[in-house]
């Protein structure tokens, strides 16, 4: 059956900031306490959006989540008018505000785990939503997140939503940035790849020291067993623990796959060469690894320029494209890498570049903003049409950003009740845009 892999890419939202708020994330540390730009860093990911759709590609969107978390910080303890919320938790618990502020839901790649018809039992898209409990900021995005999926796949002919995993350290799960998924053709049947970083309950097994290991494997597991998938066409791989604690807090910050291409570092896993071997028996002679040298690409340069975290994609007339950041491209080691790479001819024949600096400050590159979901013709029709990228949504999204966005915010400006407002009025328009229905609750009040 043929089939199109989209990008649903997640929009930046209004309080996008820099908070320093996930540990283990370089960039993020780094930026913290920075000025941000709200309205730039919207434009950008949509800029991406819309080159990519140019290229070809079905493009989707993703609605960001409504911040300040007026109802969060209710079931904090902070009580009265949604000012008083807002001053009383910015005085006694900055950091819960900060949390409660974080544009962090913009990475769609921690949206969902997504597993395509042609790899169930059932043959429906399965969707699972990341429980994301290792930073309390993006542990309280998952329940929006889902209604936001079900608006968007709304038949569930096609479409089968479940529930986040158990909030649980032992079932952590950070979704699709831990998952790949190789395949001869999107249509047919392929194998799905799990990237875990520690077993959840066998305190024996190797794990990291420094930095958080974000997904288990006992997770990762679950969401095996629930998205009916094949054991035989399923890989389990560890992240190598030495990596995690030198800043790869996901898989996609080291790993990258395309249909019959792995693109990953030389320390990307742990047992890296049984990986392999796993890959090679399970897809055939055609499968390419294409395994990047520590000597040539250090682990620090990978993560200080995102060279994994790009999106590996095949164009509509066969060209097969890294799309980067330009940061690569500022990075001297990594960009000599990139010309011998094309010049190579061993899989990836193009390079986009994009500027992407207000996520990849706060810890997100090319990678990070999407999330892929693999459709036949039939199953594109159940989408959601109005989130799907045109011309014309692209014109109406740019005149969006450009009347509600700031182009400046600092940590102070979080407690301002007047950005609350602005969010909410940005939202409830945008809801009406993308043609969501209610799925913020101030909607629902």
Known sequence: MIAYEANFDGLVGPTHNYSGLSTGNIASLTYSQQVSNPKRAALQGLDKMKALANLGLIQGVIAPQMRPDIQVLRRLGFSGSDRCVLQQAAQQAPKLLTSCCSASSMWAANAATVSPSADTDDRRIHFTPANLVNHFHRSIENQTTARILAAIFNDENHFCHHQSLPASEQLGDEGAANHMRFCEHHGEQGVEMFVFGRYGFDHHQQAPTRYPARQTYEASAAIVRLHQLDPQQVVMAQQNPLLIDQGVF????????????????????????????????????????????????????????????????????????????????????????????????????????????????????????????????????????????????????????????????????????????????????????????????????
């Open 250 to 445: 996901h898989n996609d910050v080291i790993a990258v796959a395309n249909q019959q291409v792995l693109f990953c570092h030389q320390y990307a896993f742990l047992n890296q060469a049984d990986v392999y071997l796993q890959l090679q028996q399970k897809m055939g002679m055609d499968f390419s690894i294409i395994e990047v040298p520590d000597n040539v690409v250090s682990v620090d340069d990978a993560v200080s320029s995102y060279l994994f975290n790009s999106q590996l994609v095949t164009l509509p007339n066969g060209d097969v494209s890294l799309i980067l950041p330009q940061e690569c491209q500022r990075n001297p080691r990594i960009w000599q890498y990139v010309q011998q790479l094309l010049q190579a001819r061993v899989g990836i024949n193009r390079i986009d570049l994009f500027n992407l600096s207000q996520s990849m400050c706060n810890g997100g590159g090319p990678a990070c903003l999407r999330l892929r979901v693999v459709l036949t013709e039939q199953e594109q029709r159940a989408v959601n049409p109005a989130v799907l990228l045109t011309d014309t949504l692209f014109k109406r999204l740019r005149e969006w950003i450009d009347l509600h966005y700031r182009d400046r915010l600092v940590e102070a400006d979080l407690a301002d009740p007047s950005l609350l407002l602005q969010s909410y009025t940005a939202l409830d328009e945008l809801t009406y845009i993308l043609k969501l229905g209610s799925v913020y609750d101030f909607q629902q009040v």
